[in-house]
């Protein structure tokens, strides 16, 4: 300030080049006072304070700076007075303190002989609040633990679910299959160490989207009573070098953290695509380290208990290298659903409508090669159309039969281009058998 003395600009210089020296910050502090700037006083022997709690010089002379009386400036903070170390003074006329017993009354503390009240220390709290900050500032991350329970917690693992294969209209092929790969060894321990069949294992689920890869996934995991961890291409990329690798590394941590624990790898043609196309050196050490999880290298107790699904629509478009035995050895073709299949569906999208004498049989058959998208999208039209003719008429009308088939008849199977660019892969880029299934499929529907 500019009415300020030398001596006082001199100690404000003193105090904010050593900060935490309180002695000096209280002789500015009393020199201050001396000026009649009590409110500067009281901000400086706060700040005093703040570096040395309990001191009683500070507190004697904030007591000063704000008036109160200097008797009370000694008193520890509530109000109490402190255990004499020595010999006590008298406290007040008629009052004395024998050598070693403590100067604190039985009952309250009563006021000094002077009438001066009892200092307040709430009320000076109360005063200050604005100028003395708080000691220690909270650590965001410590409620949450050390680092590494953050990054156990950063993945998130869903519980066993209630969704079974019993849940999965249909499909008994892939439901065989599925019980040899996972279900059996599991629920036959003795028989699974008798064959030496480890508990562990990989499967590839390829084909058009919208049959379900997604929902025998989860059905498996609530088959082994295993915990479910989702991972897809925006989970595991980062913009930072070596930050995706170390993703895929913690995911697969997580998984074997919380075995049994089925990772369900969605859209692995994004995630695991073929290096030898791929010109972004970032995406092939993610197909790396990827493949090192898959063997457990980078784990000592390796996979065990931990299993591996994979969907993709365009299996040709993976990394051949994780499909070699030991990784995603086996391969499951997820068909459109079959009639057993569409009755479910269409009953499931159905249950909550009003409907009125829907022939099931007639939908069934004017559905074929649906995906379980496009049944719903079939219930979904033809609800549309009675709903807009309800709020035309003014009355409600049901969904019949008539809604469904022609909500049917508008909407073309989204599986058709799916099959005509699967058909030329089968036919002329089946090296090793890959594509028998999907080949006798197409042998079977007579779109070869």
């Not at 649906?370 to 033809?382: I, K, N, W, Y």
């Not at 549309?384 to 008539?402: H, N, P, Y």
């Amino acid at each position: 300030m500019a009415d300020e003395s030398p001596l006082i600009r001199s100690l404000r210089a003193a105090v904010a080049a050593a900060p935490g020296d309180v002695p000096l910050r209280l002789h500015f502090a009393e020199l201050l006072l001396s000026e009649g700037r009590n409110d500067e006083a009281v901000a400086e022997a706060a700040v005093a304070l703040q570096h040395a709690p309990g001191d009683a010089d500070a507190r004697a002379l904030m007591m000063r700076a704000m008036g109160m009386p200097p008797a009370a400036a000694t008193a520890p903070a509530g109000g109490a007075r402190p255990e004499p170390s020595g010999p006590a003074e008298p406290t007040g006329p008629g009052q004395s303190s024998a050598p070693g017993e403590a100067a604190e009354p039985a009952g309250p503390v009563e006021p000094p002989a002077g009438g001066a009240p009892a200092f307040d220390w709430d009320a000076a709290e109360q005063q200050v609040q604005d100028v003395v900050g708080p000691r220690f500032l909270e650590d965001p991350q410590a409620a949450a633990g050390d680092g590494a329970a953050g990054d156990a917690d950063a993945w998130d693992v869903d519980a066993p679910g209630a969704v079974r294969l019993a849940d999965v209209g249909g499909m008994d092929e892939v439901k065989e299959r599925l019980e040899a790969a996972f279900l059996a060894p599991m629920r036959n321990p003795e028989l699974r160490r008798l064959y030496g069949k480890s508990l562990r294992g990989g499967l590839l689920l390829y084909g058009p989207p919208g049959c379900g890869k997604t929902f025998i996934a989860r059905a498996v995991a609530g088959e082994l009573g295993a915990n479910f961890l989702t991972v897809s291409l925006s989970d595991v990329l980062d913009m930072w070098i070596g930050a995706s690798e170390k993703n895929i590394h913690d995911i697969f941590e997580t998984a074997r953290r919380q075995a049994p624990c089925v990772v369900f790898l969605d859209e692995l043609d994004a995630l695991g695509a073929k290096r030898s196309r791929t010109h972004h050196s970032g995406l092939r050490n993610v197909v790396n380290q990827l493949l090192t999880e898959l063997d457990g290298i980078a784990s000592g107790a390796g996979n065990e208990g931990v299993f591996v699904l994979a969907a993709t629509n365009v299996p040709w478009d993976v990394d051949i290298a994780l499909r070699r035995p030991g990784r995603l050895d086996r391969t499951l073709l997820v068909l459109p659903p079959d009639a057993t299949a569409r009755e479910s569906i269409l009953r499931y999208h159905l249950r909550e409508r009003p409907i009125e004498a829907v022939d099931l049989g007639k939908l069934v058959k004017a559905t074929e090669d649906f995906s379980g998208a496009d049944l719903a999208h079939v219930c979904e039209s033809a609800a549309e159309a009675a709903l807009l003719d309800s709020a035309r008429s003014g009355s409600v009308r049901l969904i019949t039969t008539k809604d469904l088939l022609g909500a049917a008849k508008q909407i073309k199977p989204s599986t058709e281009p799916w099959f005509a660019a699967a058909r030329n892969v089968a036919m002329f880029a089946n090296e090793g058998g890959l594509y028998d299934d999907l080949l006798a499929h197409l042998k079977r529907k007579r779109k070869l």
